[in-house]
Each structure stands twice: as C-alpha cells, then as structure tokens.
C-alpha cells in the first residue's frame, strides 16, 4: 500500500481521483489554498512522507513556477502531473523535472487511472494526447533549425514545397518563373544534401515522430 497526496485546484476532480484509486492506500489530499498557504511548513513534511504525488497543472505561470517548487521538494517516488497544457515548450520543461507521468486532463477518468499505472508501471509515462503536443512543438522546432540555414526567399520555396504546392503556384505566390523556382530548388537541395521533394518532407520529419511513441 501507498501513501499519496493529491494536489489540484479543481477539488472534484481530485476527489475523483482519490475514489478511484482508493484501493492503492491512504491519502494526503490537498487544494489549491492550503498548498500556497502552507508552502514552507505542512506541505514540505506531507511531501517528505508520501509515495505518490499527483500534481493538477495549468499553464498560468505562478502554477508552473509552484509545480517546479514542488516537485523539487517531493521526495515521493512518483510524480506524476495532469494538466491541460498545450504549449510543447512548457511540456518539455515540466519533463526536465524528471517527473514519471505526465497526462492531459482531457482524458476520461478511467483512462487517467490506467494512465497513472501505466507511470507507476513503467517509471516514465506520456499520454498520447501529451505526446502530440510535444511531437508538433519538436518538428516546429526542427524545422526553424532547418530553414535557419536558408535565405528568406529559400524559406518562401521551402515553406511552399512543404505546403504542397506545385512549382507553378509557388512561381506566382513568389513573382517568379517556373525556371527560377527550379534553379532555388537546386541551390535548396544543395544546402540541405538531399535530391528531392521527398527528400525534403523527410527532413522535417527526421526523428521527430520516434521520439515519444
């Protein structure tokens, strides 16, 4: 059996949580008001004797600065964050914490709990939900990475082979001919090592959809 403490502004959904995992052990439950008024004091000790922390997150920046205080106080073996955060750059930092879970709040409630296992199962968990987030953060990223070594209007050519558009529509957008599109491609190809269209779709995509399957 284990001790856990749940701490979330939304008190429904954390008694929801303490119902449903009800057969795991004892609880510690906490809201909003109590942790920010006791930061230094009853929640250092509570945090120092439990098991599992499950920590509900927002992306409001006093949240996340107290989710970062919390979680390096925790001495818990899991901790595990629910959140309804879209921002992969936030989601990226909130994994720097070296936490075990992390799952989004839109999930139903049985899906959470198997969620919760599956972290305290395998010691690192990310819903796919989550996962899509970070997976589209990455290739925005790597893509920047990418266009970074191009000149503006290579990025133009670029951004509208990987739109899907035909030479001859990338011509117009741009003021340009069909032959001095071909002649950016070459000069494109040439920058990035690669040979084609595919080519170039792949590079976006090198590495990224692997990362949090």
Known sequence: MITTCI??????????????LSHHGTYEVLYSAAFRRHIDHDIKDILGNIDLLI???????ECLALTERLINISQAKYNIIFHDITNGYELLHLLSLGINGLIHKTLSYETVIQNIE???????????????????????????????QLTQKQKQITEGLLRGLSYKEIAILNGISINTVNDYLKRIYKILHISSRSELQARFN????????
């Open 118 to 148: 599956f972290s305290m199962a395998n010691k690192h968990f990310i819903c796919h939900q989550t996962s899509g987030y970070l997976i589209g953060h990455l290739q925005e990223r790597h893509k920047a990475n990418v266009l970074n």
């Open 7 to 20: 701490i979330d502004t939304n008190t429904t959904f954390a008694e929801l949580l303490k119902d449903r």
């Open 206 to 213: 090198k590495n990224v959809n692997s990362m949090y399957i």
């Open 55 to 61: 920590l509900g997150v927002t992306s409001e920046p």
